[in-house]
């Protein structure tokens, strides 16, 4: 995890290659492996670049060759956060990375997040909301997410956490209220109206290859390139 924490936008292709290196010359790689303070693992650990004005770029590079060598995209650092967390709450700004979770098989809501909300995107996305006080920069995150759970979770299960996530969240209804408002209506389709039926068929190709062959199972489909963008959430409607 150390090994990242000097990486910057001048020096990144250099760690890089010896990233690649390093992990090229293991026979194999203890997934669960992290470090003793915060339980980073080497991908959760990238959190910690997300403020170093490093390209998105860069990150998703990282992050795709620590997920190519099977590091856990729901793993859960000492701070009950998962690397997702980290990165929806930057917005649209690293939305290529959220997308790259997503089709590696991150969990929006991991076990008990309900329970113990800091480990829900959703939650972390609505503090984002709350800090900046618009939507603005957030849309197509938020959109993803919303998509995200009610394919995977169920427009009930969806309906249920993002409304309760308001609550919890809410503290002062003159001051959150309007903002929780347009939150509300633009992700109220997600439950008030069934499933398109491209999104079930999404659903459905994506329920079979299983959350951790998402990426490299669409490839190996040979798609036409659209399809397979569209599987891997690149087009929003």
């Known amino acids: 995890i150390l090994f990242f924490l000097g990486c910057s936008k001048e020096n990144f292709a250099p760690v890089m290659e010896a990233a690649e290196l ?17 339980h980073n693992s080497p991908l959760t650990g990238l959190h910690m670049l997300l403020d170093r004005n490093l390209p998105q770029s860069s990150l998703v590079k990282l992050a795709n060759l620590l997920l190519a060598h099977d590091f ?13 967390t980290y990165s929806v709450s930057k917005g649209d700004s690293y939305l290529d990375l959220t997308k790259l979770l997503l089709n590696h098989g991150a969990l929006i809501l991991p ?3 309900n329970i113990v909300r800091d480990r829900s995107a959703f939650t972390w ?28 979770d169920g427009p009930e ?3 249920s956490h993002t409304l309760s996530t308001m609550i919890h969240l809410g503290h002062s209804a003159s001051v959150m209220g309007p903002l929780f408002t347009q939150l509300r209506s633009l992700i109220a389709p997600f439950w008030s109206q069934p499933l398109d039926l491209v999104h079930l ?17 669409v490839t190996q489909l040979n798609l036409p390139p659209s399809l397979s963008q569209y ?6 409607e």
Do not use: W
């Not at 900046?132 to 995977?152: F, K, P, W």
């Open 22 to 38: 390093l992990l090229s010359q293991l026979e194999t790689c203890n997934p669960n492996i992290y470090d003793l303070q915060d």
């Open 72 to 84: 856990n995209a729901n793993h859960i650092n000492g701070h009950e956060r998962t690397l997702l």
């Open 111 to 113: 076990a008990r997040s």
């Open 125 to 152: 996305l609505v503090r984002s909301l709350m800090k900046e006080q618009s939507l603005d920069g957030h849309r197509q995150t938020i959109l993803l997410l919303c998509q995200n759970m009610a394919e995977v």
């Open 157 to 159: 299960a969806m309906r």
């Open 201 to 217: 068929c999404r659903n459905s190709i994506r329920r079979s290859l299983g959350p951790k062959n998402i990426s490299l199972g």
């Open 231 to 236: 599987l891997h959430y690149y087009f929003q």
